[in-house]
């Protein structure tokens, strides 16, 4: 999954070197938090207008997940 996440983002962005995806351990509930790490210059470019391009790597996200039987979630930071 960190893989998944890491090859979409440095697509999108103007410096690929800093980004990077931290992954932390499941919660009571079994989902696991994936934190998009991206240079600030860049952060529009992951969000875009009005959330939509965050929203699809969410969905991308989730959708991989559901393959593997996991539950998981995107934040951006």
């Known amino acids: 999954m ?3 996440l890491t090859i979409i983002a440095k697509g999108l ?3 690929p070197d ?3 995806v931290e992954a932390d351990a499941p919660d009571e509930e079994g989902v696991v938090v994936y934190h998009l790490h991206v240079a600030e210059d ?3 470019r992951i969000i875009g207008k009005q959330g939509r391009i965050a ?3 969410r969905t991308i996200a989730r959708s ?3 393959r593997s039987e996991q539950k998981v979630m995107v934040e951006i930071d």
Do not use: F
Request: glycine content about 6%; cysteine-free.
């Open 2 to 4: 960190q893989d998944l």
């Open 13 to 15: 962005v103007e410096n």
């Open 18 to 20: 800093a980004v990077s």
């Open 42 to 44: 860049d952060m529009g």
């Open 55 to 57: 929203k699809a790597i």
């Open 64 to 66: 991989a997940a559901v």
